[in-house]
């Protein structure tokens, strides 16, 4: 089987979270779901959705950006333990995995808000 992988420009800008304080706030600060924003946790190969009200995608990445694995669908209150070459994990609006096709092996492009 031939996989092609792509490189896919996200249509929303990024936040960047690269400090351990931004980190640690992730999601926490927002009352609503993501539209049209994302949220990159940098070094992060891990999350919880302790406290998040609403279900995201999730992309981990590798420190070339290449797509490791993909969540479509991450319900509150779930853990995703550590993925092994995970380097930053992508936190997008639900349905950006399945909208923009992201599959594993693809490299994500990003615009950052900060």
């Not at 960047?16 to 706030?25: F, G, H, N, P, Y």
């Not at 070459?85 to 990003?110: F, W, Y």
Request: aromatic share 8%; net charge positive.
């Amino acid at each position: 089987m031939i996989v092609i992988s792509k490189t896919v420009l996200l249509p929303f800008q990024i936040i960047r979270a690269d400090t351990v304080w931004k980190r640690s706030l992730g999601l926490l600060s927002h009352k609503g779901p993501l539209i049209d924003k994302g949220l990159l946790l940098t070094p992060c190969n891990s999350i919880h959705m302790f406290f998040v009200r609403h279900p995201i995608d999730v992309v981990f990445l590798n420190k070339s950006n290449r797509v490791i694995k993909t969540i479509s669908y991450l319900r509150p209150w779930r853990v995703v333990p550590p993925v092994k070459n995970a380097h930053s994990t992508l936190e997008l609006p639900l349905g950006t995995v399945k909208a923009e096709k992201i599959r594993v092996g693809d490299t994500i492009q990003m615009n950052f808000l900060n």
